[in-house]
């Protein structure tokens, strides 16, 4: 309904002066309410009305008087002198002065006040009273607390199967994201209908995953380009290898051919340095490590084959369960078998069999876990049967440093990132160890039991507070650790650097001694063979004791038959023939008397 | 009488001087109630400047003192600066002002 008002004015009456006057006040538009309008609304009972105890504040605003301010300078001027005298005049100031001087409470006053001022200047000159004490000294940071942990948040796998984690790898860029790779690695006893998801969960929202990554076979490692966030690296359970972009979202974006993929399971894949930021490699425990382009999956750029006996024989080859490779050292790379030897390779060399560099073999089952200190690259980590290892890459023949043997299986390690003497463990029995060998070294700094289940895999953050490590369920934990733990404690690289050098001078010794000894064995038992040809006729003791007895007799029948025949020459002349008849006797007794011991 | 006072001037005067030959010690002043420098080692203007500031703050510190506990009472003040220390002893008719370089 419109309601209009109507100005109206003549034509003639345009352009007037305006004459304006009161009047009462006249009612247009008078508009009765309309009850049946009310039958369009409905009465709303219950009403919801939020509110808020708390105390009822009023705001008010005020506008205070405007305070003035100036700066202003004193001017100083001679004052106080007394009316009689002129500051100005100088002759009146010094005479003024000079009474002031012959003023006997003047001259006590300054008495006074000298020997105490004496004293305070001596004072001055003997010792700076405001000297800082122990200014060179850095404020100690000394970290009393003991190290903790605490369980920050907790990812679980959405899915009814549970599959385990098998693989974490953080977003490169600020760390938000945490994409974790789920299989089952049981041999063949993977469920039916077990999802072949991973997915990749952002740490603020635990009930739900970010983004979800759809692979034809489930995921066993999983990791993110360190140059280009959107690029994730995944290697499957039955040997392919594919790539995602998500941007592109969560369906392969690349995939390599089966028929040139490994055999067996992708267990360790890692992304290179390389200028294009699309070169990565994998290793499976089929023998193979492959090298990738992945603008390029149908085929393997490189193949290695890992025989020790460098016969490049398959057959012969040791299965690779974990690999490593650090960006400062480009050319090397390492790989932990199923054997638990750990093969060094260079990857420059020139024929295949170069490529295998030296074995370091220590481990009794296969290696999990294996990685360079990220501030001695030379000492790496190795995680495998019951124990951690650290090694050097001088010392060939054992480890520098390990752990005793646990009561539960190791599955996983990383060094931390900032401090090069703490490096963390997982085991079978669900605890993450968090070991600082400057700290203690024959048990872990801090053992936290995580979860009941089997912890399977863990990652360190890069600013080392954070760990995320995923377990037989499925189950993602993210645990941050106390200060003392992630951060670079005092001489603590010098520390651990001494650690090293004296670990690998100790092993270098032990290797050494043990070269001798097996130099000496050989010798001798070299020597003892020629020894033996010799004597053929092999004795008994008693044999050579009676042949040493007829030898004794035969010497001492020579020696008297001797003696008797010189006897029987010299009785002749009779003058010497009593002293040599004593002589003989003598002689002779004296033989009687040795044939008695015997 | 004359003697006598001579004398005590002689030992004022040689007071004042042992004060000024000790190490570091820069200028001597003294200052009367009214902020009049009765003796000065330093030239003239910069004498009226700083009887004249003391002066002020040399109050204001005696009656600090004295406010917070009456019995109380200003002994020394030392103010120790970045480039020198200015000792100032105090009594009910004249300052005695020093300047002196901090031990460092």
Known sequence: ?598 | MELLDRLEMAEVEETLKRLQSQKRVQVIMVVNTEGIPIKSTMDNPTTTQYANLMHNFILKAWSTVREIDPQNDLTFLQIRSKKNEIMIAPDKNYFLIVIQDPTE
């Open chain 1, 1 to 598: 309904m419109e309601i209009v008002y109507v100005y109206v004015k003549k034509r003639s009456e345009f352009g007037k002066q305006c004459n304006f006057s009161d009047r009462q006040a006249e009612l247009n538009i008078d508009i009765p309410p309309n009850p049946e309008l009310a039958e369009q609304f409905v009465e709303r009972n219950p009403v919801d009305k939020g509110i808020q105890c708390s105390t009822s504040m009023s705001e008010h605003e005020a506008n205070t008087e405007r305070f003035e301010m100036e700066t202003r300078g004193i001017n100083h001027v001679e004052g106080g002198w007394p009316k009689d005298v002129n500051p100005l005049e100088l002759e009146q100031t010094i005479r003024f002065r000079k009474k002031v001087e012959k003023d006997e409470n003047y001259i006590n006053t300054i008495m006074q006040l000298g020997s105490i001022m004496e004293h305070c200047i001596k004072q001055n000159n003997a010792i700076d009273i405001y000297q800082e004490y122990f200014d060179d000294e850095d404020a100690v940071e000394v970290t009393e607390e003991a190290p903790s942990a605490k369980t920050i948040n907790v990812f679980r796998d959405p899915q009814e199967i549970k599959r385990s984690a098998t693989h974490l790898s953080w977003h490169p860029d600020g760390n938000r994201k945490l994409a974790v790779a789920y299989s089952c690695l049981n041999f063949q006893r993977a469920p039916e209908g077990m999802s072949h998801e991973s997915y990749i969960w952002d740490l603020e929202n635990p009930n739900k995953p970010e983004i979800v990554l759809k692979p034809s076979s489930p995921l066993v490692t999983l990791e993110y380009n360190p140059k280009d966030s959107h690029v994730l690296l995944g290697g499957c359970y039955n040997g392919q290898l594919a790539c995602w972009d998500t941007r592109k979202g969560s369906l392969v974006a690349e995939l390599s051919t089966i028929e040139f993929s490994h055999r067996d399971p992708v267990y360790g894949s890692i992304w290179l340095q390389s200028k294009t930021g699309t070169e990565c490699f994998s290793a499976s425990t089929d023998g193979q490590v492959m090298w990738w382009d992945i603008r390029k999956m149908s085929e393997p750029t490189e193949v290695v084959i890992l025989d020790i006996t460098r016969k490049e024989q398959l057959e012969s080859a040791l299965g690779a369960i974990s690999l490593e490779f650090e960006s400062t050292l480009p050319t090397k790379f390492m790989v932990g078998t199923e054997q638990g030897i750990v093969i060094s390779c260079n990857r420059k060399a020139k024929t295949s069999a170069e490529k295998i560099v030296c074995t370091f073999s220590g481990h009794h089952g296969p290696i999990y876990a294996l990685q360079r200190n990220p501030f001695y690259p030379k000492n790496f980590l190795t995680v495998g049967d019951w124990t951690a290892r650290i090694w050097s890459e001088d010392s060939r023949e054992s480890s520098i440093m390990w752990t005793k043997y646990h009561m539960a299986y190791l599955t996983d390690g990383a060094w931390s990132p900032v401090r090069p003497a703490v490096f963390f463990t997982t085991k079978m029995d669900g605890t993450l160890d968090i070991w600082d060998f400057v700290f203690k070294q024959c048990e872990p700094a801090l053992s936290l039991k995580v979860c009941d289940e089997a912890l399977f895999c863990l990652r360190v953050q890069d600013n080392g507070c954070f760990i995320a490590c995923g377990s037989q369920l499925g189950t993602t934990t993210l645990l941050e650790v106390s200060n003392g733990l992630c951060t670079l404690q005092r001489n603590e690289k010098n520390t651990a650097s001494s650690i090293f050098e004296r670990e690998t001078r100790r092993e270098k010794i032990l290797e050494a001694r043990h070269r001798e000894m097996r130099l000496k064995e050989k010798g001798k038992v070299e020597g003892k063979e020629d020894d033996q040809r010799e004597e053929e006729p092999i004795l008994t003791l008693e044999e050579l004791v009676t042949k040493a007895e007829e030898e004794f007799f035969d010497i001492i029948f020579t020696e008297l038959k001797k003696k008797e025949v010189e006897a029987m020459k010299k009785s002749k002349p009779d003058l010497k023939a009593d002293e040599e008849v004593e002589g003989e006797d003598q002689g002779e007794e004296e033989a009687a008397h040795v044939e008695t011991p015997t």
